[in-house]
């Protein structure tokens, strides 16, 4: 199985257009990847995937219980003959009732979702804490991945990804080009960012702060480049959104994508795909590639839930 995984490569996915605010704007179509393995988390688990682990028997992870890494990794694990434990602060009775989404799925592959709230043994740490001082203790055989796969092992899927752009945008004998996307961690932006100042200059990298604010992002960035030199562009809205908050704003993007025949992920993209809107009202006449972040699985928890709260929309 595990020679057979190391043929598996998600690269090369399709560059498409669509509207946005009646300009023309380049997608890369990362959420065609696999049914696994989609978008960004496709690109940082792809080193996970393409090399050989002989030692390992555990994967360890942690975040939110609905996160879209939480999926890819239980994936991840179930391709490589391994066991997902992925820790959490909590889990709502929502998402433990639902038969759809992330968790759901990923308890299908054979995850183990731990509850922090319900050890007793956690003593006030954080899940990153607990997984360092009790999780990883004496124990070889384990892996343990960062939230959001914020790690230098995301470089290499990152970098294949700068380079198909870099390939297509050479093809295209443009002159500049602004490559964007909504940021987590910032992982692939900056690795983004690293690749082409590194290899294709003419090729910028702009993200947004979706988790938290602007400078939480930067430490993000600062914790794996220290160089300041290498970090991406961050645009910013005048209104502050909470991550995980419900806002008309976001299904309202949202929507406009879907009737162009264009589904994204309701948590980033609808705040990546607005800042892009902004900058491009200010730089019309920029070449703009949006880079689709996938993870389309949560749209199984997050579109009820802005349906209940939205009932009058018309979204799909």
């Known amino acids: 199985m595990e020679n057979a995984q190391k043929t598996v490569i998600f690269t090369n996915t399709a560059i498409e257009t669509?509207?946005?605010?009646?300009?023309?704007?380049?997608?890369?179509?990362?959420?065609?990847?696999?049914?696994?393995?989609?978008?960004?988390?496709?690109?940082?688990?792809?080193?996970?995937?393409?090399h050989d682990f002989p030692n390992v028997k555990r994967l360890v992870g942690y975040g939110s219980a609905v996160a879209n890494s939480l999926y890819s990794l239980s994936a991840l694990a179930k391709m490589k003959g391994w066991q997902l434990d992925y820790y959490v602060d909590h889990i709502s009775a929502q998402v433990l009732a639902s038969s759809q989404g992330n968790y759901a799925e990923a308890i299908a592959n054979g995850a183990r979702v731990i509850d922090l709230s319900k050890q007793t043994d956690r003593q006030a740490r954080s899940c990153h804490a607990y997984i360092e001082q009790v999780v990883l203790v004496d124990d070889p055989q384990a892996m343990f991945v960062p939230e959001g796969g914020r790690c230098l092992y995301a470089r290499e899927g990152i970098h294949q990804l700068g380079k198909e752009i870099q390939d297509w945008f050479e093809a295209s004998e443009r002159a500049t080009l602004t490559v964007f996307l909504p940021s987590g961690t910032g992982t692939t932006a900056l690795f983004l960012n690293e690749y082409f100042l590194l290899h294709c200059s003419a090729i910028k990298v702009m993200t947004c702060a979706c988790v938290a604010d602007e400078s939480y992002l930067s430490q993000q960035f600062s914790m794996l480049i220290e160089d300041s030199a290498f970090h991406p562009m961050i645009v910013k809205t005048t209104k502050k959104y909470?991550?995980?908050?419900?806002?008309?704003?976001?299904?309202?993007?949202?929507?406009?994508?879907?009737?162009?025949?264009?589904?994204?992920?309701?948590?980033?993209?609808?705040?990546?795909l607005m800042c892009a809107e902004l900058y491009l009202a200010d730089n019309p006449d920029t070449d703009l590639l949006y880079i689709h972040q996938g993870g389309l699985l949560g749209n199984a928890t997050m579109l009820p839930r802005y349906q209940r709260k939205y009932p009058s929309e018309s979204v799909q």
């Open 18 to 50: 669509f509207n946005l605010n009646e300009q023309r704007v380049f997608v890369k179509r990362d959420d065609l990847l696999h049914p696994a393995f989609s978008g960004n988390k496709a690109r940082k688990f792809a080193y996970f995937l393409n």
């Open 242 to 272: 909470h991550f995980g908050k419900l806002y008309f704003d976001f299904y309202k993007i949202w929507q406009k994508m879907a009737d162009q025949g264009m589904q994204f992920e309701l948590l980033y993209d609808p705040k990546g």
